[in-house]
């Protein structure tokens, strides 16, 4: 689990609920499924409206990756690059050709198998490019998501306040029901502030750091087959990929044997 989401999650429930029960309030004041049920369901409804089907629900999907640490071990894509980097060097690129089935990033299989098919180092380069223009097209769609699900859920708690107003003004002729009435429509505008600046927004926030990963990721891995391509020694390649490494230090190894 991300440490960080979460406890951000209870440190921000427990400072709005907390200073609810400070204030003299009852937590149980802003239980109310029928506001819940309207802020959630006209935000849903907005989303869906604004973008196609599979959009959402891959946004959705892609939602899980909020709660987890970072899956994308940046030093792991260096140090499998770089290995084989030392192998190509050995053996030529072509014996690559046997490593092929037992990489799972789909990425790096593919610009490898152009590399050991003989792909020209600019060939290469506009294929693999282009890969990674489609695919960023497609995530920035995902945070896109929720941040637009922040920007309709205040929005939607606007209209279930008015909605609760609305049933307020016919109890006028009991002042005691008009109180409660209004506190009640009052939490509906609640939901949909608090939906939006708690979770929707920095999920979406969060979602294009995490997508920014795999971006960079896929940066490191093309240039790294394309510096194997152009048979560089696996030292020079190391240092390069650890050039992405925010705060890394490539020349923290001493240089062995194999790099000469």
């Known amino acids: 689990m991300d440490k960080g989401t979460l406890g951000g999650l209870l440190l921000a429930f427990a400072g709005i609920l907390g ?4 204030d003299g309030g009852n937590v149980f004041q802003i239980l109310q499924p029928t506001a ?10 907005a989303v869906l409206v604004t973008y196609p089907l599979p959009v959402v629900k891959a946004s959705f999907k892609r939602l899980s990756s909020v709660f987890r640490e970072q899956t994308i071990d940046l030093e792991a894509v260096v140090q499998e690059i ?19 089935p037992g990489i799972q990033d ?10 050991v098919d003989g792909t020209e180092p600019k060939e290469l ?38 909605l609760g107003l609305i049933q ?16 009640v429509a009052f939490v509906a505008t609640i939901y949909g502030v608090a939906a939006a600046n708690v979770f929707f927004l920095p999920a979406g926030g969060k979602l294009k750091l995490k997508i920014r990963d795999g971006q960079l990721a896929r940066e490191m891995i093309l240039e790294g087959v394309l510096a194997i391509l152009e048979g560089k020694n696996p030292r020079m390649v190391e240092i390069e990929l650890r050039g992405y490494l925010t ?13 000469r």
């Open 19 to 22: 200073g609810l029960v400070l």
């Open 36 to 45: 819940a049920l309207i802020v959630f369901g006209g935000t849903i409804g």
């Open 82 to 100: 770089v290995g084989y980097a030392h192998e190509a060097r050995r053996h030529g690129i072509v014996a690559l050709d046997a490593s092929l």
């Open 106 to 115: 789909v990425f790096l299989r593919k610009a490898l198998m152009l590399a």
């Open 125 to 162: 380069r506009a294929i693999m490019e282009l890969d990674m223009d489609q695919r960023a097209e497609q995530e920035e769609k995902l945070p896109a998501v929720f941040e637009s699900a922040g920007g309709f859920s205040p929005t939607i708690g606007i209209i279930g306040a008015i």
């Open 168 to 183: 307020v003004m016919q109890h006028l002729d009991n002042i005691n029901e008009v109180g409660k009435g209004i506190a």
């Open 247 to 259: 705060g890394s230090r490539a020349d923290d190894r001493p240089v062995t044997g194999e790099d």
